[in-house]
């Protein structure tokens, strides 16, 4: 029996910086550290603009209210290109609370800038298990803000990357990123998990998941996340990847297990799977922890990865 904890989506967008009115197959712009440190000096300061865009925009689509504390800012680091933390959001939507937080990678050398949001809906805020439906729901909030969340950032980025390097800059959008995962827990969904975690690998010879509980619990949570070319549509227990398509095994450095599907339509790359969050887990244990889903750490490291390749 699989129970559903809660929910961590990452959308990522990825950018070229150009000159306005160059050839988009010109050389990108080449920013050295000093450089993107003057641009992340100009983005800092500028911390309610960004946070009241994104606010502004999402409530045009949402009845949602967001909020976040007042004596967050924008902090930076260099790992290795520059990195700016936004604050930290709570939206508040339709019974639901959900944390969110956007970061901007400010690349240097021939890397290009990726921006992150991340939303996380977890069930202690509702003090019950999810269902198919309320992972749905969750899913929906979460897409549609990180994507307005990004949008809104990359519209004030080119305007503060162009006044950072005097130049007219545009920012065009080459590619987007989505990663949505489910934290589970069960005794059976659990061993299932790490008994495919140790079975799979990224050969593209598998492309199969025999297992009756970890394939029916995959393909419904794909079926929320992903478009229909990463999966057949089948009403066997076996779980079917078309040619399009990946199994993702992925261990995280807080220990947890997870087996996630990867496919791509055109430029858009999607990410969508199972955490382990434990065969004792519950939601009502779960309830006062204040610790951050399994989730959240297991969708990080697989965006840091995949952003690096870019």
């Not at 924008?74 to 930290?88: N, S």
Request: net charge negative; glycine share 6%.
């Amino acid at each position: 029996m699989c129970t559903f904890l809660s929910t961590s989506f990452r959308s990522g967008t990825i950018i070229n910086a150009k000159k306005r009115g160059e050839d988009t197959s010109g050389a990108q712009i080449v920013n050295t550290f000093r450089d993107a440190r003057k641009i992340g000096l100009q983005i800092a300061p500028r911390k309610d603009a960004y946070l009241s865009a994104i606010t502004t925009a999402f409530a045009a689509k949402s009845d949602a209210r967001v909020f976040c504390a007042e004596d967050e800012d924008v902090t930076a680091r260099f790992d290795p290109g520059l990195i700016l933390d936004f604050p930290l959001t709570t939206i508040e939507v339709g019974g639901w609370t959900l944390s969110a937080r956007s970061c901007l990678t400010v690349c240097s050398g021939q890397a290009q800038s990726k921006v992150w949001t991340r939303v996380v809906g977890n069930s202690n805020f509702s003090h019950r298990s999810l269902s198919e439906s309320d992972v749905r729901e969750l899913h929906r909030i979460s897409k549609s803000y990180a994507e307005t969340a990004n949008d809104m950032i990359v519209q004030l980025y080119e305007s503060d990357f162009s006044s950072a390097q005097s130049l007219d800059v545009s920012l065009e959008k080459s590619g987007w990123i989505d990663v949505f995962a489910v934290d589970c827990a069960g005794s059976e969904i659990s061993s299932a998990i790490r008994d495919s975690y140790s079975e799979l690998s990224w050969s593209v010879e598998t492309k199969s998941i025999a297992n009756s509980e970890l394939a029916k619990t995959l393909r419904r949570i794909t079926a929320v996340s992903m478009p229909e070319n990463g999966q057949d549509a089948t009403s066997t227990p076996e779980f079917t990847l078309k040619e399009s398509s990946e199994f993702v095994p992925f261990h995280a450095r807080n220990g947890s297990e997870s087996v996630f599907v990867a496919t791509a339509d055109d430029c858009h790359a999607y990410i969508s799977g199972l955490v382990d969050a434990g065969s004792d887990s519950t939601a009502e244990e779960k309830e006062n922890e204040t610790d951050t889903p399994k989730s959240v750490g297991a969708t990080a490291e697989l965006a840091m990865q995949i952003g690096a390749a870019y």
